[in-house]
């Protein structure tokens, strides 16, 4: 969908004042931020274990999933004040999507060093909520950024379709991986 497009549909609701306010809708994404970080890594750290015996220099990085999930924490924290909790699912689905997209790919360009599987999520999950943040914070988004922030969020995961898609690549990838990796340890 083209950008125009979508502000065309969804601008006219938000100058209704239909539906949350744009406060709500940042204050939703920071508010499950450590949520949608969690239910993202939770996925990619499977997708590491698969990767475990084709690359077990590779590691996952506990520390830096620790560190990420307190600061979105901290965020959470400060996002709730604003929050709608009706925005629980669409957040989940748009940011989620958007996350495990950037998070999967990184992953993947990184693969031999590993630190999109350590960073990525952080990365991602930052850009992904700083424009959130600096709504809540400054008068510098205005509704036109606004709206491309949540286009952004549609697009870049597709709906969900792009990080499934990518995943089942990654998972078929990470089999014959592991699987060639066993076969040279029996030689």
């Known amino acids: 969908m083209h950008p125009r497009r979508f502000v065309a549909l969804l601008g006219p609701l938000l100058l209704a004042a239909c539906g949350p306010t744009a406060d709500e809708i940042a204050g939703a994404v920071l508010f499950f931020s450590p949520v949608v970080y969690l239910a993202a890594m939770w996925i990619v750290s499977l997708l590491h274990a698969m990767w475990r015996d084709a690359l077990p220099d590779v590691n996952f990085g506990r520390g830096s999933h620790v560190a990420a ?7 959470a924290l400060y996002g709730a004040g604003y ?37 990525g999520g952080l990365v ?64």
Not at 69 to 75: C, I, S, Y
């Open 69 to 75: 999930v307190a600061l979105f924490f901290g965020l």
């Open 83 to 119: 929050a709608d909790a009706g925005l629980f699912g669409a957040d989940l689905w748009l940011v989620g999507s958007a996350l495990l997209t950037g998070w999967l790919l990184l992953a993947r360009l990184t693969l031999r060093s590993g630190w999109g599987f350590r960073w």
């Open 124 to 187: 991602i999950n930052g850009l992904l909520t700083a424009p959130m943040l600096l709504d809540l914070l400054t008068t510098v988004i205005t509704p036109e950024i606004r709206l491309l922030v949540l286009y952004t969020y549609f697009c870049g995961g597709g709906a969900g379709l792009i990080p499934l898609l990518l995943l089942i690549v990654m998972l078929i990838e990470a089999a014959r991986g592991s699987r060639a990796a066993r076969a040279a340890a029996r030689r």
